[in-house]
């Protein structure tokens, strides 16, 4: 039996991912093999696709965070699912032949560590569901974990249109916070519609705003894009304040690649300039904690509860991984992109 993937074939522009055809791989001890049903994209796999990257793999690699679908087939030593179940999880996984991460989601199936997978109801909308796994984990951590937010705080969100944005703003207007949001023209009207002050920052300085509005300052910051927003994010904050910043979209792949390692340092560096503000670089979901699963499992309920309501920027075939790669890159995507392979 064949199954079709995406790999990228060369580090360049989004036409370098292409489909192929291969036999449907044998899950491993510990594995369990599951029939995508939706795949998310990220903001990682372009800059991975751009450039080569320290402790990942060479062209041609594939590519994918996030997965939800059906299990195929149970690996040896795996007991808490079955056949025919729903689950949801990441595809992160270390290959120990090579001693490189591997992430595999753009797939109609992939043999995948039961251990970062959980059930979920099987009447969830899959391309909803997959924007659980990475984005709202990635906003629920850095708020519940890392910022430690309070009801009443005051939060400022970069890129409030993006998944992981529209994600912290639905998240955290129910902790009851008062939330601001920089985003495009194009994305203002859903960051409204999502409770947060909008603030276009193709038009609008945004430290200026902040301080007409909210002179006391800001209680957190969460910013996907590095560079200069670091030092005019941390000049908002409050005593006591936090900023988390959880990517690096300000650098092409290629400065990722080369330059990443000092600018987190860098970022990180800043909270050693005021004893009373945390400044932070957060490195991606927490899937090693004791509340991994609770987390996700939570969020889920969530989801099937009518509590957040994901939002889907297109959905798309695989064979349209270069349109998917193009939208997330030039910015046009509102919420997150979701290969939808019910549809293929």
């Not at 996984?93 to 109801?121: H, N, Q």
């Not at 955290?172 to 859903?190: D, E, N, P, Y």
Request: aromatic share 8%; hydrophobic share 40%; charged share 20%.
């Amino acid at each position: 039996m064949k199954y079709r993937h995406v790999l990228a074939t060369a580090y360049g522009p989004p036409e370098v991912l292409q489909v192929f055809e291969s036999d449907v791989p044998e899950p491993a001890a510990n594995e369990i093999r599951v029939k995508v049903l939706a795949a998310g994209v990220a903001w990682g796999d372009v800059a991975r696709r751009q450039a080569p990257q320290a402790a990942y793999p060479s062209p041609p690699f594939p590519l994918g965070y996030d997965v939800v679908g059906v299990v195929d087939k149970l690996g040896t030593g795996v007991t808490q699912f079955s056949v025919g179940q729903h689950v949801a999880g990441l595809t992160f996984a270390m290959d120990t032949t090579t001693g490189m991460y591997r992430l595999f989601g753009y797939s109609e199936m992939v043999c995948v560590l039961a251990r970062m997978f959980v059930p979920i109801p099987d009447h969830l909308d899959p391309a909803m569901a997959v924007c659980l796994v990475l984005n709202y984990m990635t906003a629920y951590q850095i708020l519940h974990d890392e910022a430690r937010a309070q009801t009443g705080e005051t939060l400022l969100v970069h890129g409030g249109g993006g998944g992981v944005g529209t994600a912290l703003l639905q998240l955290g207007r129910l902790m009851g916070l008062k939330v601001f949001a920089t985003g495009s023209s194009a994305k203002q009207s859903i960051i409204q519609a999502l409770g947060a002050l909008p603030i276009d920052y193709t038009t609008q300085d945004f430290t200026e705003v902040v301080q007409h509005t909210s002179k006391e300052g800001l209680d957190i910051v969460i910013d996907p894009i590095g560079g200069d927003y670091v030092g005019r994010s941390y000049r908002l904050l409050r005593p006591n304040g936090r900023l988390i910043v959880y990517g690096l979209s300000s650098m092409s792949g290629e400065d990722v690649a080369q330059h990443a390692g000092a600018e987190i340092e860098r970022i990180n560096a800043f909270a050693g300039n005021d004893p009373t503000k945390t400044v932070k670089f957060f490195a991606g979901v927490d899937d090693e904690s004791d509340h991994y699963h609770s987390d996700l499992n939570m969020l889920f309920e969530w989801l099937a509860g009518g509590k957040i309501q994901p939002i889907i920027a297109r959905r798309l075939t695989l064979n349209q991984a270069p349109l998917a790669h193009h939208l997330l890159e030039t910015r046009q995507a509102v919420g997150k992109i979701v290969f939808d392979l019910t549809q293929s």
